[in-house]
């Protein structure tokens, strides 16, 4: 407990944009949001005054930095497994726990686990030597999807393998350097959703609306919220779905579950226990945002409403464009908000790469396609100082 404040000390491991949201939102719930940082330039050190240096991979630093911290969570799924159990071993508080991230951070786990629950899942396989992904091609036709099991996000160890020479390319040497690795069924999909739910210790649960992610080269490119054009009662199933995947694991905070909606119903493609990309709409759109019901959750408050603020709501990822722009952010701001007075932009603090997440605009309306419009045109002038419909700067 903070004797300041006479509230909780959250501990968010990781220094990046969810820490620094969470940060945002504990300001007013009044509490205090340490944060373990592996750099002083962290998206989140750069605004948490609470910030201990230190990796999250380093048990001594994770030890040190729960020293005093009321809960620990989490900004990512990276810390080792061991490392958690230690930690709980120690009497630290771990939201959500050892046993539950671990199907956030091994596919194959998850996957295994889903399927033993009944619950919906591709066809897939463990791979230790090639002949497992060419039996599994034989099996379920080609393409198929090869994963590592650990460590892979926004597109990368994901290997798409089109033919058994592909495999040939790819697999050994992957085996070879010691990755875990499955493979899945390439599913025929119409279109993705994402279920994002929330958990507190006493089984309390909450569910906002089913969105529609869109990628584009394995990154979350757009959210659209609520999902257009999905029956009621496919929603419902999402949700309880999403619902039921977090009291079967004893998920504490939040949980998204992307879905791929295909021909043959929903199938859960990952799990993510933490505040996630699909649920950055939620900041603006929502009664309560995702980072205030995280931090809700971790801390066993009552959870809070899920209500959306609009009938529609689109949250664009600002990706970093090919060249920087040489206009500033600064200038871009002024700009936008000129244009668009009403748009919610949120930055993250972070040097601007080719393709890297920098930042989201969040749009809400009365209509899906006017505030998709507008937010794909914000993000787009954000990252890359053009505007797509041909507006000059003058």
Request: glycine share 8%; net charge negative; aromatic share 6%.
């Amino acid at each position: 407990m903070d004797p300041r404040t006479g509230t909780p000390v959250v501990g968010m491991v990781g220094g990046g944009q969810l820490a620094r949201m969470t940060h945002q939102a504990a300001i007013p719930l009044g509490q205090s949001l340490r944060v373990l940082s592996v750099s002083d330039s962290d998206p989140a050190a750069l605004v948490a005054r609470d910030v201990v240096l230190g990796h999250h991979t380093d048990l001594d630093a994770l030890r040190a930095f729960a020293r005093g911290c009321d809960v620990l969570t989490f900004d990512h799924e990276h810390v080792p497994t061991e490392h958690l159990h230690a930690l709980v071993a120690d009497g630290v508080k771990v939201h959500p726990g050892p046993d539950a991230l671990v199907h956030a951070q091994d596919k194959l786990v998850m996957r295994r686990k889903l399927a033993d629950l009944g619950l919906p899942v591709p066809p897939f396989a463990e791979v230790t030597r090639l002949d497992d992904v060419t039996a599994f091609g034989a099996k379920f036709g080609w393409p198929c999807v090869l994963k590592a099991a650990r460590g892979g996000y926004d597109g990368r160890g994901v290997w798409m393998l089109n033919t058994p020479e592909s495999a040939q390319r790819v697999v050994p040497e992957l085996l070879e350097a010691g990755t875990p690795l499955l493979v899945e069924q390439c599913v025929p999909l119409r279109r993705e959703f994402a279920a994002l739910v929330a958990r507190s210790p006493f089984g309390q649960g909450a569910a906002w609306p089913l969105v529609q992610t869109v990628q584009k080269d394995g990154i979350c490119v757009e959210v659209l919220a609520p999902a257009p054009e999905v029956h009621l009662e496919l929603a419902e199933s999402a949700q309880e779905l999403a619902l039921r995947v977090a009291d079967e694991l004893g998920v504490v905070g939040v949980l998204a579950v992307e879905l791929f909606d295909t021909d043959a119903g929903i199938l859960v493609n990952e799990l993510a226990m933490r505040p996630h990309n699909s649920g950055h709409w939620t900041m603006d759109g929502s009664l309560t945002s995702q980072f205030e019901q995280h931090l809700r959750a971790v801390l066993d408050y009552p959870l809070g409403a899920t209500d959306p603020v609009a009938p529609a709501v689109v949250m664009a990822n600002v990706l970093g464009a090919p060249t920087v722009p040489e206009m500033g952010v600064d200038e871009r701001l002024h700009h936008l908000f000129a244009r668009y007075p009403d748009a919610h932009v949120h930055l993250y603090g972070k040097a601007e790469r080719p393709g890297r997440k920098v930042g989201h605009v969040n749009v809400l309306g009365e209509r899906m396609e006017q505030a998709r419009e507008k937010a794909r045109l914000a993000a787009h002038w954000l990252s890359h100082a053009v505007w797509l419909d041909g507006h000059q700067i003058h």
